[in-house]
């Protein structure tokens, strides 16, 4: 018989660099968590992604053990690293900070394919290309 599930936590959390530490202590303490052992297992499974902040969702059981899923980065995360820049743009609309190309796009894209909501390639590069144009990021080519 499958466990209960009795909450479900949504975080942000650094690529292999999980600690007791806000906001993965406090989130998990409050649901009777071993914080240390998620640390441990999600820093062994993020090994090599290093930098990158990874969305997980940690599903709690009802005997306080729990079970992760470790989502690709946030596209904006990976537009800045192929942009190689520190931050986003601060008006959009009217400033273009760096540029990317098309097949830089299309490399990120790919990556997030699972996570987005479509199946379509040609659909998931113009989710990306309008996440970096609303980042003032121009895509090339």
Do not use: W, Y
Request: charged share 20%.
């Amino acid at each position: 018989m499958p466990k209960k599930i009795v909450a479900q936590i949504k975080l942000h959390v650094p690529g292999a660099q999980a600690n007791p530490a806000p906001p993965v202590g406090p989130a998990l303490g409050q649901h009777g968590v071993n914080i240390m052992l998620f640390c441990k297992q999600f820093n062994e499974q993020t090994k090599g992604r290093e930098g990158l902040i990874l969305p997980v969702v940690i599903s709690v059981h009802d005997d306080r053990s729990f079970s992760f899923i470790i989502k690709s980065p946030p596209s904006s995360v990976l537009i800045k690293r192929a942009a190689n820049l520190a931050k986003a743009s601060g008006t959009s609309g009217k400033e273009i900070i760096g540029k990317i190309t098309k097949k830089q796009v299309e490399e990120i894209a790919k990556l997030k394919a699972k996570d987005l909501n479509t199946t379509d390639m040609n659909q998931a590069i113009k989710i990306i290309e309008g996440t970096a144009r609303s980042m003032g990021i121009a895509v090339e080519g």
